[in-house]
């Protein structure tokens, strides 16, 4: 490098900066390319609204009907993020206005440690503690009788989980808003309850969306954790009580001995490639949302 003179320099690293774009901006694209084509297969055999819309999975007989899988996920990441995304709001709200900066900076590392632990490990906790907790109180209290393998069960799990990510995204965003707007509401005698509910979270709305926006994304592909305690049975839940079975599920417990099989291969691929457009969908909605609002706002 010290053998180029400035100009060739200065070619140099502008050249492998605007590599380094391309290859990360067309990773999605290279994703959602290499899915397609390995659940061609599937999709040039099937008509796609059979694959997406019926209820009857029996490979055996060439039956592949995502619908279970896809309600199951629904249910499952819808039901988390209610769980989650109040107790987050609130949360962030506490710790960046009501509490002093010292807290602050002891909850940080608490946060990241829940937001390392490996998923196997949430499981586990969710089968020694979620699932008997179910069965044994939450179910009788309903009137339900159930093994406590279900879609309440893996919603427990997965809000605990993405808990810290979207708490992380939150503080961050409340931290971004100038001092001397929330100084300025108090001036003029609002409350501190008021200034947090009609100013502060007004102005980090974008980032409240985002960040809700991309837990559901990271929800609805979370995989070892939910598979541990939803009890994987492939039909229509009805209520919360009853078992379940997610995307990313099916891809883990069949891809492994499957790959024998062409069309149940191609499959769990056109199930990957499910997952992939959901999460496209998610993020592709919240920048959409956060556009809007800013240019609404501006």
């Known amino acids: 490098m010290y053998l180029l003179n400035r100009s060739q320099r200065h070619k140099v690293n502008y050249t492998w900066m605007i590599i380094s774009l391309l290859l990360v901006a067309s990773l999605p694209f290279l994703l959602f390319l290499g899915l397609y084509l390995k659940s061609f297969l ?21 039956k592949f009907g995502f619908y279970p899988f896809i309600v199951g996920s629904i249910w499952v990441t819808l039901l988390a993020m209610l769980i989650s995304a109040p107790i987050c709001l609130l949360t962030a709200i506490y710790v960046t206005q009501y509490t002093r900066k010292r807290f602050l900076r002891i909850m940080h590392p608490a946060i990241d440690i829940l937001a390392g632990i490996p998923s196997v490990v949430y499981g586990v906790w969710g089968i020694l503690v979620i699932v008997p907790f179910i069965s044994k109180f939450v179910g009788p209290l ?33 931290r971004t808003i100038p001092m001397e707007l929330k100084e300025a509401s108090l001036s003029l005698g609002a409350t501190q309850w008021q200034t947090v509910k009609s100013v ?15 837990g559901l994304a990271r929800a609805f592909g979370e995989t070892m954790a939910v598979l541990m305690v939803v009890g994987n049975v492939v039909r229509l839940p009805k209520s919360v009580f009853d078992p379940g079975y997610t995307l990313p599920a099916l891809i883990a417990n069949n891809y492994g001995e499957m790959l024998s099989i062409p069309k149940y291969e191609s499959a769990l691929m056109f199930a990957a490639l499910i997952l992939l457009a959901v999460s496209l969908f998610f993020n592709l909605v919240m920048h959409f949302f956060i556009d809007r609002y800013n240019k609404f706002a501006s």
């Open 200 to 214: 502060l979270v007004k102005k980090a709305l974008p980032g409240i969306i985002a960040a809700f926006g991309f």
């Open 42 to 62: 599937l999709i040039h055999d099937y008509h796609l609204g059979d694959l997406l819309f019926s209820k009857v999975w029996k490979p055996g007989s060439g």
């Open 142 to 174: 309903f009137g339900v009788e159930t093994l406590g393998y279900s879609i309440l069960a893996a919603a427990l799990v997965l809000s605990v989980m993405i808990i810290p990510f979207i708490l992380n995204i939150l503080i961050e965003v409340f």
